[in-house]
């Protein structure tokens, strides 16, 4: 009896010394696990994960078969994406890199699509198709190695791709359904940002749209920027609603073929956008934007630019 009593006072069975885990997963963000953490679209960015192309893009598949507009000149289009590092590293923003052990596919460098991050850790994407399949690994694998918590792996029957969501609040995301993202998807994600106190605004997404990150863009804490007759009219009314005003590009070939929506913002009105779209930059800097711009035409030939091929890692807290 004496021994079972001794037994009872020890740490181990919640006796002298044990010591109660009371802080909240957020609380640990940046002590027990790694820096992360984004609940807006428009604080200062703080790290970004990216994924330098190589070998990859020399695949001699015909540009279609792997999703892509044309075929990207590998050494110009790595050339670009080196570029795009030291844009980042040049507006003070940290780069993490997959750097990947293994053969990757044509399209890995588009990080956006295969994580969301939350404030309190990521979800981790299921691409929608099977030419991106496997794509998602590679980005867990890294998150595991940066200490970031992996909140849920959509799995199942679900499909989900990170540039069909966004924050419009630190309580709200917007979740767009078509193409890439399927409803068990919008489910799964919805499940998990509900389990952290957040609600999902789902919207559907027309035919002929990647996903909403090519129609959908937040330059600040008030202002949204769209591209016209592509958003729904629920998310115009959710972001209105949420105080936005929501200002439509008016030069959409710009935005067809020089992807002039698909930038980052590094920070409330500074954004990092695709070069050669002027017409789309005066009307930016005409809302009081400040436009840092990077060559990334070679890279667009693959369908994605600025924004596809940067995963948000963190914001500043504003």
């Given amino acids: 009896m004496s021994n079972l009593t001794s037994l009872d006072n020890m740490a181990a069975y919640g006796g002298n010394g044990w010591s109660p885990r009371r802080s909240s997963m957020q ?43 044309a075929k990207p000149d590998p050494q110009l289009a790595i050339r670009q994406h080196d570029a795009l590092v030291r844009a ?6 940290r780069v993490d ?9 044509p399209n890995q460098m588009f990080v956006a699509d295969l994580m969301l991050m939350t404030p309190e850790g990521a979800i981790v994407a299921r691409p929608a198709s099977t030419v991106r399949a496997g794509e998602e690994r590679w980005v867990a694998r890294k998150l595991a190695n940066l200490g970031i918590p992996i909140l849920r792996t959509v799995g199942g029957r679900g499909v989900f791709e990170g540039a069909d969501a966004a924050w419009i609040d630190n309580r709200t995301v917007l979740l767009g359904r078509g193409l890439r993202t399927n409803p068990e998807g919008a489910r799964q994600v919805s499940a ?25 863009r937040f330059a600040d804490r008030d202002l949204a920027l769209a591209w016209p007759r592509r958003l729904a009219q629920r998310a115009i009314d959710a972001l ?18 020089g992807f002039a929506l698909n930038f980052v913002t590094l920070g409330p009105r500074q954004i990092l956008m695709p070069a050669g779209n002027p017409s789309t930059r005066l009307f930016y800097e005409s809302l009081g934007i400040d436009c840092r711009q990077v060559e990334v035409d070679e890279l667009i030939k693959a369908a994605g630019a600025v924004g596809c091929l940067t995963g948000v890692l963190q914001r500043d807290k504003y």
């Fill in 97 to 105: 890199c997959l750097e990947p052990p293994a053969a990757v596919t």
């Fill in 27 to 69: 609380d640990e963000i940046g002590v027990t696990w790694g820096q992360c953490g984004i609940s807006d679209e428009w604080s200062p960015l703080k790290a970004v994960l990216l994924h330098r192309p190589g070998v990859e893009l020399e695949n001699g598949s015909h540009p279609n078969d792997v999703q892509m507009l």
């Fill in 88 to 93: 980042y590293e040049g507006a003070g923003v």
């Fill in 192 to 216: 998990t940002l509900a389990d952290i106190g957040v609600s999902v605004i789902e919207t559907d997404l027309p035919r002929g749209s990647m996903h909403l990150m090519g129609i959908l």
């Fill in 240 to 257: 209105q609603d949420h105080g936005y005003d929501v200002a439509f590009i008016p030069e959409e070939n710009e935005a067809r073929k």
